[in-house]
């Protein structure tokens, strides 16, 4: 009974953190495995906690305040997966256009758009950065008296 549209983005999030071609991406940046499982954890402790903020929040206005600040993270959790997918894909593109020798030199312009937010901060700082305001959110639930008692629903 979670609130459906967080629970559903947090599940989405676990898949993708799971699939093959985002962990052989990462890995290929140096961004250790040990990172990634911190990354997993923080969104477990939150996940675990939803049905008892689902149901606390219309009797408790800070746990309705921490439902919106953990979707404000969720959400900025998915535009961080969003930019390594993006430079993922961008990334296969050029090494297979550089095999054929095709458009590479339109693409470069292109990808230097689409990569221009991440170019100041490495991934390893974005994903510590994440870690950071998920485990603020995680702490919170202690003071809020919030339970965990989500069925999890893993698939990683």
Not at 38 to 52: A, E, P, Q, S, T
Not at 90 to 119: L, M, Y
Not at 136 to 143: F, N
Request: proline share 1%; with cysteine; aromatic share 6%.
């Amino acid at each position: 009974m979670a609130d459906a549209l967080l629970s559903t983005s947090l599940q989405v999030l676990f898949e993708r953190l799971s699939s093959p071609e985002l962990i052989n991406f990462i890995r290929r940046r140096n961004l250790s495995k040990e990172l990634l499982n911190d990354l997993r954890r923080k969104f477990l402790v939150v996940l675990n906690v939803l049905d008892d903020a689902e149901v606390k929040q219309f009797s408790n206005d800070r746990v309705k305040e921490w439902l919106v600040q953990a979707k404000d993270v969720v959400y900025g959790a998915e535009d961080l997966l969003d930019g390594i997918a993006t430079d993922a894909l961008r990334c296969k593109i050029e090494a297979a256009d550089s095999q054929t020798g095709g458009i590479h030199q339109v693409w470069n312009k292109f990808s230097d758009c689409v990569k221009a937010p991440f170019a100041t901060q490495s991934m390893e700082s974005r994903v510590k950065e994440m870690i950071a305001k998920l485990e603020a959110i995680a702490q919170e639930k202690v003071g809020l008296g919030l339970k965990e008692g989500m069925k999890l629903r893993r698939t990683w």
